[in-house]
C-alpha cells in the first residue's frame, strides 16, 4: 500500500464536501501488441495523457508504472519520439544497472548455505538489508549487524526488513496480526488450498506458519511482491519478484511458469487471489493485470468450468468501489475493516473518520463470509451479509448503505444515503459539508458535472471504452 502518485495519475482522494480531487494526468489502456511499450528498471512504462478540465493533451508519454516520484524513476518518453541506437543502448545498460545485485538463482543457493551455519553464525545486515554468509562479514565490519538470527526469524521476514518508507514510490503497510489471522482464517473455513498473494507478505508469511505448525493445515501460497528482498527468504516456488502495474516478472518466463503451475494445479480448483495493492495506484492497470491472471488460471480449466470465475480479496479503501466495480461487475465490498501495524490511521477500533477506510472486494457471495461478532459486526437478514455495528439498513434504499463505519442518513431529496456530517444544499442540489463553497472549483467530472465520479469513469463517455480495452488487454 503506498501513498497517492505525484503528477501521474488520475487519482480520487476525499475532498472537502467529500468531492474528488483531479491529478493531470490519466493512463492511456493500449491493447496493440505491435507497439509494445518501452522498458524502465520495473518493466514495461504505462501510456498516459495530461488531462486539463476534460480535454485531454495532444502529446501522450510513457512513464515508469511503479513509481510515483521521478526521482525514483526519471524514465520519460514521449509516444511518437524517435531514440537513437545510442540513447537505447544507454537505457539497457542503465536498466541492466539497476537490477537487483543477486540473481534468483544466487539468492537461493546463498539461503540453502545459510540456513546450515550454526546459529552463532547466521548474521543479518540491517543497513544493506541483506543475510550475510561468512564471507561477507569483513565487507560489512562497520554496519549494524543482527546475529543469531534464528529460524523462526527467516520464517517472518517483514519483521526482519525494514518497510520501504518512500511514500511517494512503495511505502509498505503491513498487515496487523489481527487483520492477517482473520484471513487465513476465513481462507481455511472457505476451503482454499492454495492462495496466490499479490503484495501480501504477511500473510504469505502467516500461512506458511501455520502449514508448518498444523498437520492438518495444508494450505499452500506463493507471493508475487515488487520488493525483492524478499528473494533471499524463499525458495523459486514461494516467492516471484514481480510487478503487478504492468505483469512483469523480473526473473522472466522461469518465474512466470511458477505461477502459471501455481494456478493451475488440481485444475484450478480450490485457488484464491488475495491482493493488497498500493493505495496509489492506478485502478485501470490493476484491472489489466489481474484478468491477466485470471486468463492464466482459466488456461487450466476445462470448458465445462468456463463460467467459473477465480475467487478474488482485493485489499483497497471503499472509496475507490465505483472504480473497482466497474471493471468486475460481480464484486462486492465487505464490511470487513482492514487495519496496519505500521500506519497512524489505519487501524481497527478507531471511531469517528479515524477508523480504517480499507476494505475487501470480492467475487465470493458476500452471505458465505462471516465476519467476527466479537469485533461488532452482525448479519443483517434483509441483505444476506455481516455489516459493521453502525450499519444500519435503510428501508428506503433496502440495503445497509454505510461504507465508513458510521450511521449514514437518508436524504429524500439525492434519493440516497449519505455520511451522517452532510448535510443538503439547496444550492447545489446535493448534499455537502456544512461549510463548503458552493461557489467553489468543480471537482468532480469535467463532462456531465457529477460529482460522485471523475472524467475517466464518466458513463456518458468513457465506460463502455475503457471495459473494452481491458477486456482485449
Not at 543479518?124 to 529460524?151: A, M, Y
Request: aromatic share 10%; with cysteine; hydrophobic share 30%.
Amino acid at each position: 500500500m503506498a501513498a497517492p502518485r505525484d503528477g501521474l495519475g488520475a487519482v480520487e482522494t476525499e475532498g472537502n464536501g467529500g468531492r474528488s480531487e483531479s491529478s493531470g494526468a490519466e493512463v492511456v489502456l493500449s491493447s496493440d501488441p505491435a507497439t509494445p511499450a518501452p522498458l524502465c528498471p520495473h518493466g514495461p512504462t504505462l501510456l498516459f495523457v495530461k488531462v486539463s478540465q476534460g480535454r485531454e493533451g495532444t502529446r501522450r508519454f510513457y512513464a515508469c508504472s511503479a513509481c510515483r516520484d521521478r526521482k525514483d524513476c526519471n524514465f520519460f518518453q514521449w509516444e511518437d519520439e524517435k531514440l537513437s541506437g545510442a540513447r537505447l543502448a544507454a537505457r539497457e545498460a542503465y536498466n541492466r544497472r539497476c537490477q537487483p545485485p543477486l540473481s534468483r538463482m544466487q539468492c537461493v543457493e546463498r539461503y540453502l548455505k545459510f540456513i546450515e551455519l550454526p546459529l552463532s553464525q547466521r548474521k543479518f545486515c540491517q543497513r544493506c538489508q541483506q543475510l550475510l554468509l561468512p564471507d561477507d562479514w569483513e565487507k560489512h565490519g562497520e554496519h549494524q549487524v543482527v546475529g543469531d538470527v534464528s529460524l523462526t526469524q527467516l520464517k517472518r521476514p517483514s519483521r526482519l526488513l525494514y518497510p520501504l518508507e518512500n511514500k511517494k514510490t512503495n511505502a509498505q503497510y503491513l498487515f496487523a496480526d489481527r487483520s492477517c489471522q482473520f484471513l487465513v482464517d476465513l481462507l481455511s473455513t472457505l476451503g482454499f488450498r492454495r492462495v496466490l498473494c499479490v503484495g501480501t507478505p504477511r500473510l504469505h508469511e502467516l500461512i506458511r506458519l501455520k502449514a508448518s505448525g498444523d498437520k492438518k493445515s495444508n494450505i499452500k501460497s506463493l507471493l508475487l511482491d515488487i520488493d525483492f528482498r524478499y528473494s533471499q527468504f524463499y525458495m523459486e516456488d514461494s516467492f516471484c519478484h514481480y510487478n503487478m502495474f504492468n505483469h512483469h516478472f523480473f526473473d522472466g518466463k522461469a518465474a512466470l511458469e511458477v505461477c502459471r503451475t501455481f494456478l493451475q494445479e488440481d485444475k484450478g480448483e480450490r485457488v484464491i487471489m488475495v491482493t493488497d495493492p498500493p493505495f496509489g495506484g492506478l485502478v485501470e492497470p490493476l484491472a489489466v493485470t489481474f484478468k491477466k491472471l485470471i486468463a492464466m488460471w482459466k488456461e487450466g480449466q476445462s470448458q465445462d468450468n468456463s463460467h467459473k470465475e477465480l475467487p478474488i480479496f482485493w485489499i483497497f479503501p471503499y472509496f475507490f468501489e465505483s472504480r473497482i466495480c466497474q471493471f468486475f461487475p460481480s464484486f462486492c465490498m465487505l464490511d470487513y475493516q482492514v487495519d496496519y501495524d505500521n500506519h497512524a490511521l489505519y487501524k481497527h477500533g478507531k471511531t469517528r473518520r479515524k477508523q480504517s477506510p480499507v476494505r475487501i472486494f470480492t467475487n465470493i457471495p458476500p452471505n458465505k463470509i462471516i465476519l467476527p461478532i466479537e469485533e461488532g459486526y452482525r448479519f443483517c437478514p434483509l441483505c444476506q451479509r455481516y455489516v459493521s455495528l453502525e450499519n444500519q439498513h435503510c428501508e428506503h434504499c433496502n440495503s445497509c448503505t454505510s461504507k465508513d463505519g458510521r450511521k449514514w442518513n437518508h436524504c429524500f431529496f439525492c434519493k440516497k444515503c449519505v455520511k451522517p456530517s452532510w448535510i443538503h444544499c439547496s444550492i447545489c442540489n446535493h448534499c455537502a459539508l456544512p461549510d463548503h463553497s458552493c461557489e467553489g472549483p468543480k471537482d468532480g467530472c469535467f463532462v456531465c458535472g457529477e460529482l460522485d465520479h471523475k472524467r475517466s469513469t464518466c458513463p456518458n463517455i468513457s465506460t463502455s471504452k475503457k471495459v473494452n480495452k481491458l477486456e482485449a488487454c
